[in-house]
């Protein structure tokens, strides 16, 4: 009995011995630093900036309300966060196989042999009765099961990082949304107030020519814009109504209207955001992090693939007591026990376990390729971002001195229209820029922010949160 507990013990010591090969970062696709040139913003890291989260870096209250609703109500969020809870209990599923299973059990049978088959010749009944407590348990020699559980445990780490990279592209899909809703709010005012002067100049070149003194082609011309105006204000109707449907689908449910219903794209909606940031930031990129777990769990699949071809070996113990009689099943002497050690050592497999094997190494394979093009799509997606964000500024205020430039030219058209001096093609003209550049303004505001937000996402969405996230303690098995 002592010589089995020790060797129980040396099993035990060996047991866990790993074959997942040794984990190396991929070195980055990418520059060591930003892009540079004429449409980039001088470069100068603001580590303050560094901590910037979406409730700070989102300062209009209303747009803040609407992502916390959507934080709170998302279905897409919801999936996500349920899915992390799907893989921690696969994962503590996983973990138990590396710990003995121990059952305790009890049975009972009675019976009766009829007199044609006792060995007396006579019917007999009897009865058989035990209660055992039993063991099994799979030696992990060569790190099969810890490998596994390896995989396992990252594969839940990759699936938290997802659904923080849910809640990012959330974040940003709802101040988007918002912003087109707002914007084609203002492209709808703007259109309805072109619309009204049209129908006014409509009625001037009306009059003037049941006077005759405007032509039929001035006539024309005025009728022309006032339903080309029209057409552009049921289309406005029309995304505006779906811009609020898209807001809708986000938020989970109904758009607060009352809260946000005085918003305008010229406010400070958003605070600034860093420029000169590492491109080692990139790694907090939620995204990112989940590509580099999913590649260390199919690093430590390779680990389970090669201790596949080891034997397997397994240890089943049970002690109790049995007796005829239920009422002497706990007398002294009912005892017994059982100690069955086995070992399966694979032979022939037709080739089933080097083609595991193969299987995940070259799924490694494609992980790291998946993480180096993870890596470059966000550079890419920062560095569009850090180009938007300095030449957006400059077209932004260059379109404000045009729309300027514009209402100068539509008044002193109109003036001159009314005492005579041009023709109403010129104020037709006029007016016509004056709508484009007022158009124009909104989108380009419009586009402005939203490059902010996305470079906002780009950047991880919230460095600090991002590394609060990243500290997460490991679940318990």
């Known amino acids: 009995m002592k010589r089995s507990l020790i060797c129980l013990a040396v099993l035990g010591a060996l047991s866990g011995c790993s074959m997942i090969p040794q984990y190396e970062r991929p070195a980055m696709p990418v520059m060591d630093a930003w892009p540079g040139g004429d449409a980039y913003a001088e470069q100068g890291a603001d580590t303050q900036a560094m901590n910037l989260s979406w409730h700070q870096f989102f300062k209009d209250p209303a747009l803040r309300n609407l992502i916390g609703v959507a934080l709170e109500n998302n279905r897409d969020l919801r999936i996500a966060a349920l899915n992390v809870e799907a893989y921690r209990a696969l994962y503590g599923i996983q973990q138990s196989a590396l710990w003995p299973l121990v059952s305790a059990d009890g049975s009972g049978t009675r019976s009766r042999t009829p007199e044609t088959l006792s060995p007396t010749g006579q019917a007999s009944t ?137 918003g305008k794209l010229d406010m400070q909606l958003l605070a600034d955001l860093p420029v000169g940031l590492p491109s080692e930031l990139l790694f907090k990129r939620p995204d990112i992090i989940a590509a580099e777990h999913q590649l260390m769990a199919a690093n430590a699949s390779i680990g389970a693939a090669r201790a596949a071809f080891f034997p397997s070996i397994g240890l089943t113990g049970a002690a109790g007591s049995a007796s005829t009689q239920l009422s002497d099943l706990f007398d002294s002497g009912s005892g017994y026990w059982s100690f069955t050690p086995s070992i399966s050592v694979p032979i022939f497999t037709a080739g089933r376990l080097k083609a595991n094997l193969d299987y995940a190494e070259i799924s490694r394979d494609i992980r790291v390729a998946q993480y180096e093009q993870t890596i470059q799509d966000a550079f890419r997606d920062v560095a569009d971002g850090l180009a938007a964000h300095e030449t957006y500024a400059e077209q932004v205020q260059a379109q404000r001195n045009l729309l300027q430039v514009s209402e100068d030219y539509y008044e002193v058209a109109q003036r001159r229209y009314r005492t005579g001096v041009d023709s109403h093609l010129t104020l037709l003209d006029a007016q016509r820029q004056l709508l484009s550049a007022q158009q124009q303004l909104v989108n380009d505001r419009r586009n402005q922010l939203v490059s902010e937000v996305n470079l906002f996402k780009a950047l991880g969405g919230g460095w600090q949160a991002q590394e609060a996230a990243a500290a997460s303690a490991v679940p318990e098995a």
């Open 126 to 262: 009897g009865g058989q009765y035990f209660a055992t407590l039993g063991v099994a348990w799979e030696l992990d020699l060569f790190g099969r099961l810890d490998s596994l559980s390896e995989q396992a445990l990252q594969e839940f780490l990759a699936s938290e990082a997802i659904q923080r990279s849910v809640q990012v592209s959330l974040i940003a899909g709802v101040a988007n949304s918002y912003f087109n809703w707002q914007a084609n709010r203002e492209l709808l005012d703007v259109t309805g107030q072109t619309l009204k002067a049209y129908e006014d100049s409509l009625a001037l070149v009306q009059r003037s020519y049941d006077v005759g003194v405007a032509s039929t082609l001035e006539l024309t011309q005025a009728r022309t814009a006032v339903e080309t105006a029209r057409a552009a204000l049921a289309q406005y109707r029309r995304q505006v109504a779906q811009d609020r449907n898209a807001l809708t689908q986000l938020l989970g449910q109904a758009v607060p209207l009352d809260d946000i219903e005085g």
